[in-house]
């Protein structure tokens, strides 16, 4: 039943072009796009998904990449090459000449990489993806918004203490900066997050941002596992960049007779204690008969 709707509408569509006009072409010719989708869902109007850009990233204020998606194709519509073209604003103005990605192949693949060379801090950037000369996706940004530092590495922990009673201990949790980030001249000021979590949970524990490269971790189970976390940024712009690769801390077993001594009385302190307070008794006692046999 469906398609012969279909044939009628393409045979209205006829007629009406020939007597009524292009508007009313138009209008039925839409009413055949709708038939003809209702016939096959699969088919639709746009049978491509155009690429969109997924992130752009700095690693050190120095270099930075554009990653975007591939193109999904429906039918035999091909969007062609896709290619990145750049413009950066001057002091003035924006420059209205746009250039082609310096680099496909460094970064991955869906990628452009700007070296050293074409990369200016201080200098917005708009860029934009272009297949078969129309434009299918653009953003513009400044490299400080899209800084995200490589991981911290090194990561290690040293025992701080244990409490009195061997259930709970303190741990100080140290690691090294990202490499490639220039934090010894200043270049780059980098504020550090911390998670940690017992081994069988899900739920991270956040610690406050520190810009030291180490911190304390109190009040841990000694009986437990844990697994520790630490990524950055730069501080006051960007977001916080990949995790570093997990620390896992298992702390020392205190053993049976550290603990049972922890829970024992303090019998000789009181034994000592006892003993002093009944020579005072007697030495009261004797005291006060002595003075009765006075009186």
Not at 130 to 153: A, L, M, R, W, Y
Request: charged share 20%; net charge negative.
């Amino acid at each position: 039943m469906d398609l012969w709707q279909l044939l009628l509408t393409l045979a209205l569509a006829g007629s009406s072009d020939a007597f009524s006009g292009s508007e009313a072409t138009a209008a039925i010719l839409s009413r055949a796009s709708w038939s003809l989708q209702s016939v096959n869902p699969g088919l639709k109007t746009n049978s491509s998904k155009e690429p969109k850009f997924t992130k752009c990233r700095s690693p050190e204020r120095e270099t930075f990449s554009c990653h975007w998606t591939d193109a999904v194709h429906h039918g035999s519509k091909s969007l062609g090459p896709i290619q990145l073209f750049y413009t950066r604003r001057n002091i003035q103005e924006w420059t209205q000449e746009w250039k082609e990605c310096p680099d496909y192949v460094s970064a991955g693949e869906n990628s452009c990489y700007f070296n050293s060379s074409f990369t200016s801090i201080w200098i917005p950037y708009c860029i934009k993806l272009t297949s078969n000369g129309g434009t299918v996706d653009e953003k513009c940004f400044s490299v400080d918004e899209i800084v995200q530092p490589d991981p911290p590495i090194a990561l290690n922990w040293t025992l701080l203490n244990v409490s009195l009673t061997g259930i709970h201990a303190d741990i100080q949790v140290r690691w090294e900066a990202p490499p490639n980030a220039d934090i010894q001249k200043g270049w780059m000021v980098l504020e550090y997050e911390l998670q940690y979590k017992e081994v069988n949970e899900t739920k991270w524990k956040m610690m406050d941002p520190v810009l030291s490269t180490s911190v304390p971790v109190y009040s841990l189970k000694v009986d437990k596992e844990y697994e520790v976390r630490v990524r950055s940024k730069q501080r006051n712009s960007g977001n916080y960049g990949e995790f570093s690769e997990v620390l896992y801390v298992t702390l020392p077993q205190m053993n049976q007779f550290t603990c049972e001594e922890d829970f024992y009385f303090p019998w000789l302190l009181i034994i000592i204690f006892g003993i002093f307070g009944l020579t005072v008794m007697l030495f009261v006692f004797l005291f006060s008969k002595q003075q009765r046999k006075e009186n």
